[in-house]
């Protein structure tokens, strides 16, 4: 044995000796191996705190999350839903065809004036003939089936993503969103209603299955074709192939076929009568889109699609009961309770239209008879009885829309449309496509008086802060270049804020959109009630050069008179249904703009009236009694449109002309209608105005503002210069037509002054002036930087 194992063994030998001794004497064991046996315990305790550490937080986390948890609650909630279905399948019969879906003619609404008690109009009723499926010519058929639902022939009835998306959006209150199956369709015509809610798209769902399953696919496409509502009063294609194209639907050729397919998704917006420029481009790609699909499918040769070309459907046939104003007022009220159906029950614009046309609805208007007829009687003595398209053939190309409104309730209390719904079938009162044109320049005043903007040079925008009134003045502060020309081409020089606006100066108005920013004026705008969803803040808007209606411009003007509270004018009072009622919004709405700005924009207008562009119609009009009035006249760029939209304390009413070729319905210009050089909004639509609102507005009723501003009160305070104009421009009016389109303005019709009047900005603080009291109706306060350019 070596040393090394020698030393080992004696160390093994040790180790057992000093644990007998241990063992035996405790003295011992105490002074040999107390201080390992005490580390040895600590270890041991400190080792089992950790592990009971260690386990107690593994097992916190897995227990809840168990991968077989997560799994077999997965399939539960599967098999739960599965269970559900059956029993759903099983107990959800296929029931009876709803009585209107059956029932050849539908019932008629009925339309009253305010009072309730006069019937205005009886919607005529609504004719549906069935027609056999192989009556329908095969390719019209596979038009319907190319724009809804190109795997009809081969699904089993139901689109199960697309059901899924609308249960989903069911939910979440976001309404109708398309992804229906033809047979989904024809379930929801035939057999239910199209209300909104889980329970109806459940039912719809197992009801297509079994309809799938019970009946052929021709006689679901036959259903679905009968059953659809077109637009034009038409339930079904037949009548709809009549409608529209004068023929029967056996005579329908492909083309004429998929203009009705397209025409499906949404009936008011794709009718081509009354679409706007938007509505046809949609409906056309629409149109395309159905017969693309078609040879795609193997439906239709390419070579006879590409000689296909869009056929526009014919002029709507005259309804009893619906001819003259009648038919405008009816179209409006049926939007008005279509879109409270599309915000409420979630539905699409032709599920909506669909419960509303032929269903039996009775209908109070906020339509006041006397107010009708006067607003009609007004129209015929200062426009039409004027127009001779034999002697003037642009005068077939005039058309004029007017909405009036009760500023403080927001009700539509009479509206024109135009000549007569079956002459002219878009209504002229809620078109959206022409210019207001200097309509607009209050929204840039109110704007800029809200948000308290200041000059280029940093001083704040009042009625008598001082711009310059040069033409093609070119704007600072835009990194878009732009100089409006002045009507005429007329410098005015520096002028104030209130003279601007009298004269309808686009320089300032240009400038000051710029100063205020035009997001901002944007904004504004859409507080009032305008649509400037789409439109870009760029400087050339100043000029009104988006589009507007008389609707949306008397909506605008309302809120203004009402103190800075929106108005959305509205012409429903009550609609009751057998079976429901629908619920109108209140008119008036939040307080948009403060009651000071709103007061200050009304006290400017009325120096339009009083000493601007619409003296001569308004304020010098024998049948104004006593009645305070505010208002803006406005011309489009190229004399397109003429506008007066002006307001007495009690009533807004906006007027607009607009100049439409009777064959093409292109806008063009009105140049020489009705005797006169140019259409101005100081003449026809302020004399319509005039003529309308002093026979039925309060006599001696006047503006109570809250402003210290503007025309209609008594200055303060007036600008001073140190030169007054050096000569005076004439007041003779210009009768020589202008050589070049003028721009979108409106001033008084007189020669520009031989010398532009040159005045210094006014001194930071100026001198006060003698008290004058506000006008009455002979005028406003002289303004010593007003050209006196005045007609």
Not at 46 to 57: T, Y
Not at 248 to 277: H, I, K, N, R, T
Not at 306 to 318: I, L, N, S, Y
Not at 771 to 788: H, K, Q, R, V
């Amino acid at each position: 044995m070596g040393r090394a194992e020698e030393r080992r063994a004696r160390q093994r030998g040790g180790h057992r000796a000093a644990s007998t001794s241990s063992s035996s004497s405790p003295a011992a064991g105490v002074e040999g191996g107390g201080r390992a046996a005490t580390r040895m315990a600590a270890k041991g305790k400190g080792g089992d705190k950790s592990k009971k550490a260690g386990k107690a937080g593994k097992s916190g986390i897995r227990r809840p999350f168990t991968w077989k948890k997560i799994l077999g609650t997965f399939f539960g909630l599967c098999l739960l839903g599965i269970g559900s279905f059956i029993v759903l399948y099983i107990m959800v019969p296929v029931p009876n065809g709803n009585a209107a879906a059956q029932a050849a003619e539908l019932q008629s609404n009925v339309y009253k004036y305010s009072d309730g008690k006069t019937v205005l109009a009886r919607s005529g009723k609504v004719n549906r003939e069935i027609v056999d499926l192989s009556k329908v010519p095969k390719g019209v058929q596979h038009t319907f089936v190319a724009a809804e639902n190109k795997s009809f022939y081969t699904d089993s009835g139901i689109d199960l993503k697309g059901t899924a998306r609308g249960l989903y959006n069911t939910l979440m209150g976001r309404g109708a969103q398309g992804g229906s199956t033809i047979t989904q369709q024809y379930v929801k015509n035939y057999y239910l209603t199209q209300e909104q809610t889980v329970t109806r798209k459940l039912k719809e769902m197992v009801i297509s299955l079994k309809v799938d399953r019970q009946k052929s696919k021709d006689d679901i496409l036959a259903g679905y074709i009968n059953t659809s509502y077109y637009g034009r009063n038409a339930y079904g294609i037949q009548a709809a192939a009549q409608a529209y194209y004068r023929v029967d639907a056996e005579d329908l050729s492909v083309e004429q076929g998929a203009y009705l397919a397209a025409v499906l998704q949404a009936p008011s917006q794709y009718d081509w009568e009354v679409a706007s420029e938007t509505g046809k481009k949609l409906v056309q790609n629409r149109w395309n889109y159905v017969l693309d699909n078609m040879v795609e499918e193997g439906w239709l040769d390419k070579a006879e699609r590409d000689g296909m070309t869009f056929e526009p459907p014919k002029k709507p046939k005259a309804a009893a009961g619906l001819e003259g104003q009648k038919g405008y007022l009816v179209d409006l009220a049926n939007t008005q309770i279509e879109d409270q159906l599309m915000k409420r029950e979630g539905m699409s614009r032709s599920q909506a239209e669909a419960q509303v046309v032929g269903r039996g609805w009775t209908i109070t208007l906020n339509i006041d008879k006397k107010k009708q007829a006067k607003l009609e009687k007004a129209v015929k003595a200062q426009l039409t009885s004027k127009l001779d398209p034999k002697k003037r053939p642009v005068d077939k190309n005039v058309q004029a829309g007017a909405v009036s409104v009760d500023p403080k309730t927001g009700k539509i209390v009479a509206l024109y449309g135009g000549v007569d719904y079956f002459e002219h079938y878009r209504s002229n009162a809620t078109r959206p496509d022409y210019q207001p044109a200097s309509t607009f320049k209050p929204v840039i005043l109110a704007a800029a008086l809200e948000d308290g903007a200041v000059t280029q040079d940093d001083k704040p925008i009042t009625t008598n802060t001082i711009y310059d009134g040069t033409s093609k003045r070119a704007v600072k502060g835009s990194d878009i270049a732009f100089g409006p020309e002045n009507e005429d081409d007329q410098d005015y020089g520096d002028v104030t804020v209130q003279t601007a606006m009298n004269k309808s100066i686009n320089s300032v108005f240009a400038q000051m959109g710029v100063d205020v920013g035009m997001d901002n004026v944007l904004e504004t705008g859409a507080k009032l009630g305008m649509d400037t969803g789409d439109l870009k803040p760029v400087p050339a808007l100043t000029l009104g050069t988006m589009g507007a209606s008389p609707l949306q411009m008397a909506g605008v003007y309302a809120t203004l008179d009402n103190h800075g509270k929106q108005v959305t004018p509205s012409i429903i009072k009550s609609a009751e249904h057998a079976t429901s009622k629908v619920e109108m919004p209140d008119p008036i709405g939040e307080q948009v703009l403060s009651p000071e700005t709103a007061d200050t924009v009304t006290s400017v207008l009325t120096g339009v009236v009083d000493d601007g562009t619409a003296r001569t119609s308004v304020r010098d009009n024998s049948a104004r009694d006593g009645q305070q009035v505010a208002g803006k006249t406005g011309t489009s760029d190229d004399n397109k449109s003429a506008w007066f939209t002006g307001y007495t304390p009690d009533l807004v009413t906006s007027v607009g002309l607009f100049g439409e070729d009777v064959k093409t319905s292109a806008q063009v210009k009105m140049y020489g209608a009705g005797g006169e050089d140019r259409v101005n909004g100081g003449g026809f639509p302020a004399q319509i105005w005039a003529a309308y609102t002093f026979g039925v507005s309060a006599k001696n009723s006047k503006f109570d503002l809250d402003t210290d501003q503007g025309a209609a009160v008594k200055p303060t305070k007036s600008p001073s210069v140190t030169q007054q104009p050096t000569q005076t421009p004439s007041d003779e009016p210009t009768t020589k037509k202008p050589t070049s389109p003028p721009p979108t303005s409106e001033s008084p019709t007189s020669k520009p002054p031989s010398e532009t009047p040159t005045t210094p900005a006014p001194t930071t603080s100026a001198p006060s002036t003698p008290t004058i009291s506000p006008p009455t109706g002979s005028g406003t306060p002289e303004d010593p930087l007003d050209p006196g350019d005045d007609l």
